[in-house]
């Protein structure tokens, strides 16, 4: 091996205090207590605190941190911390350096200043942080973080954390259950994975910090399309340019010594468009390193020269951005429940999990749609980038005729697996998997897992997670009460896939979901269209929602209120900035910028007209013409705007003024960025205010 390989596998983990740092700096007995908490969910032991707090600030000085910090995930979808010194002062006037386990369990925050929903008045300000021993501590600039959960003083939940890991419980416990039933007596635990492609754009800096519109809210708000785009097709997989490279090797690197498995990155579709992939976790440290990948992408950009666009459609008439979340089953972190093996006709256990999440999907859809939902990726979903508002699942053939084989006691007649042969001799004949892929489903089975499309770049992963895990636990518990009544298990097993497949196949789709007709198809099947974010937020009060959640403790009728309130609230708030935010480009930049290029052409009009030669002026003045009538309508389009904004209702009032940003607000700046990317085209390049989409695109060179 050589001596950069060495260096890659000293630097993995280093900075984590991971399972090879807990065995070096705990005692031998605190350390197996700690491991079977982590590895079997079992209830901490209070006495261990002081113990582990000890070890991990030895650890974490040793790695030359000063700080800790309880770092959580509240609900505006990003991370919070608040950084405390190990310093204590003595009496000699010294200091020491101390951490104990009170301070690594439990921390306090101001639980007001975060979204509640109206869980937690403005007075009512203290929060509680608890250490999740789940998910592996790190240092990072000089600070060691504590992964943490989140909640209010009287007990309501205020992160995405908590939830996620109350349904990661209630989904092994149904999981079991059934196990049990189908004759598995070793199974101690099924652990929900979770993997999460990120994709992102980078742009230069420079022509970043010359966009209002991108530097308030992360996407353009104008932007006439730029003569090239993506219509080429060589940007997907294409060569990538060298710093682009040098930033990539970079965020591998500061994410290896953090733990984070980056394993895959590539140029995606649209161009300076690029996605990083990491090796399956358990949903819970999957969901917090996505988090410290979306901070790695912005800070490394950053000493780049570089910013990193995480919005799902930052501009328009290219591809926006998304994060594939990868969902799986594992059994005592061995084997995958949805490995579906070499002959699936015959894998009883496969086809029972299968059919649950089918069931799961088709019945609650309404909840995961809901949990991709946002302002961002309203602009995003059903293009030809994105999987459509409709939730549809795909198997692929061979999974669907061998179900429906099963309800119709009939016959498959496709072959399993094979190989595909190349045809040239020098290349072996390659292992075909029994399934194709298909990227325009929303929610696709990709051989031992559900790769749920629709989340959007930008988002945590948590709360989709959340919600698969607690929809799956409940058939699960439906299939277990089923099993347990019968006198023949494998009986009912068949029966119960047979029945599902009968009552809960239309959420089945394998083809095209980009086209019209499964659109008109699916609204014969009478699968809920939820087009906007707005709409779709009815789903977190909707009573059968409420009702699974609150049978598995994941999150109470209250909690899913706030919620509800919490989507509006920040609907309309997004909406608003990007509004006053286009009607300061608007009055600011465009129409100077376009009032000056008037007198431009006007000035150059008059002094062909001043010569006294009889030159043909008619461009000229159909110029001017055109450019006047759209700076009437422009500024026409700006006046609408404003008095529509004012004219919102009040910000109590959640759903109605999101609804009214939502239909009214948006359609007007629609109608001022037409005009606006129109008038872009008749300007003058030496006029035109700021970065256009050409430069913005394709600004970055090797």
Not at 558 to 569: P, V
Request: proline residues 4%.
């Amino acid at each position: 091996m050589n001596d950069k390989a060495e260096a890659i596998i000293d630097l993995y983990a280093s900075k984590a205090f991971n399972d090879a740092a807990m065995r070096k700096y705990l005692p031998g007995d605190t350390y197996k207590q700690l491991k079977k908490t982590i590895d079997l969910g079992r209830p901490l032991d209070a006495s261990l605190a002081d113990i582990v707090a000890n070890g991990m600030k030895r650890w974490a000085l040793d790695m030359g941190a000063t700080h800790y910090t309880h770092w959580f995930q509240p609900m505006n979808g990003y991370t919070a911390e608040k950084h405390d010194s190990f310093i204590n002062p003595v009496s000699d006037g010294g200091i020491i350096m101390t951490f104990s386990g009170k301070e690594l369990v439990r921390g306090e925050s101001d639980a007001s200043s975060f979204p509640s929903g109206g869980l937690r008045a403005t007075f009512e300000a203290r929060g509680y942080t608890a250490w999740d021993c789940t998910s592996p501590a790190f240092v990072k600039d000089s600070t060691l973080y504590i992964p943490t959960c989140f909640c209010s003083f009287t007990g309501e939940v205020l992160d995405k954390k908590t939830p996620l890991l109350r349904s990661m419980e209630a989904l092994s416990e149904q999981s079991i259950r059934v196990l049990r039933l189908m004759g598995d007596s070793e199974a101690r635990r099924v652990v929900a994975m979770a993997g999460a492609e990120q994709e992102y754009f980078l742009i230069d800096r420079e022509l970043f910090n010359r966009r209002r519109d991108l530097v308030l809210c992360g996407r353009t708000l104008f932007g006439a399309k730029p003569s090239k785009g993506q219509e080429m097709e060589d940007h997907y997989y294409g060569n990538i340019k060298e710093n682009v490279m040098d930033f990539m090797r970079e965020v591998d690197h500061e994410l290896w010594a953090l733990g984070v498995p980056a394993k895959t990155e590539h140029n995606e579709v649209a161009p300076s468009q690029h996605e990083l992939a990491p090796v399956y976790s358990t949903v819970n440290i999957a969901c917090d390193q996505n988090q410290l990948v979306m901070e790695t992408l912005k800070k490394v950009a950053q000493r780049k020269g570089l910013v990193c666009l995480l919005h799902e459609k930052p501009f328009a008439g290219v591809n926006g951005s998304g994060k594939h979340n990868n969902w799986s089953l594992d059994v005592d972190g061995k084997k995958s429940l949805l490995n579906q093996g070499k002959t699936p006709a015959d894998n009883a256990q496969f086809l029972l999990f299968l059919s649950a999440v089918i069931w799961a999907v088709d019945e609650y859809a309404d909840l995961l749609r809901v949990t991709i939902s946002g302002p961002g990726n309203d602009h995003r979903l059903g293009g030809n980038e994105a999987p459509p508002a409709i939730v549809s699942i795909f198997l692929g053939d061979l999974l669907t005729d061998i179900l429906t084989e099963i309800e119709t006691d009939g016959k498959s007649n496709l072959r399993q697996g094979g190989n595909i042969e190349i045809g040239v001799t020098t290349i072996p004949n390659l292992p075909k998997d029994i399934s194709d892929r298909n990227r325009t489903s929303p929610f696709a089975f990709t051989g031992n897992k559900f790769e749920f499309r629709m989340l959007g770049a930008s988002m945590s992963i948590a709360d989709c997670n959340t919600a698969i895990n607690v929809i799956v636990a409940e058939i699960l518990s439906r299939m277990a009460e089923r099993m347990e009544k019968a006198e023949d298990v494998n009986a009912e097993v068949q029966s119960i896939i047979r029945d599902v497949m009968r009552e809960h196949k239309r959420i089945i789709f394998n083809g095209n979901n980009y086209s019209a007709e499964w659109r008109e198809e699916a609204a014969r099947r009478g699968l809920p269209c939820i087009e906007s974010s707005v709409e779709a937020a009815a789903a977190l009060i909707a009573p059968k929602n409420v009702e699974v959640f609150e049978k598995f403790g994941v999150l109470s009728k209250k909690e899913l209120e706030a919620r509800y309130e919490i989507r509006h609230e920040g609907y309309s708030k997004a909406i608003h900035i990007e509004a006053m935010a286009m009607l300061e480009m608007a009055r600011r930049e465009i129409l100077p910028a376009i009032v000056k290029y008037i007198g431009f052409v006007a000035g150059s009009l008059n002094g062909v007209r001043e010569t006294g030669l009889t030159v043909d002026v008619s461009a000229q003045s159909s110029l001017l013409k055109d450019l006047s009538a759209g700076a009437g309508q422009f500024k026409a389009a700006v006046s609408k705007l404003e008095k529509t904004v004012e004219k919102a209702p009040a910000a109590e009032e959640a759903a109605e003024r999101a609804f009214y940003y939502h239909d009214k607000v948006v359609p007007a700046m629609e109608s001022l960025r037409e005009i606006g990317d129109r008038l872009e085209r008749m300007t003058g390049e030496d006029f035109w205010p700021m970065p256009t989409y050409a430069e913005l695109l394709f600004g970055i060179r090797s």
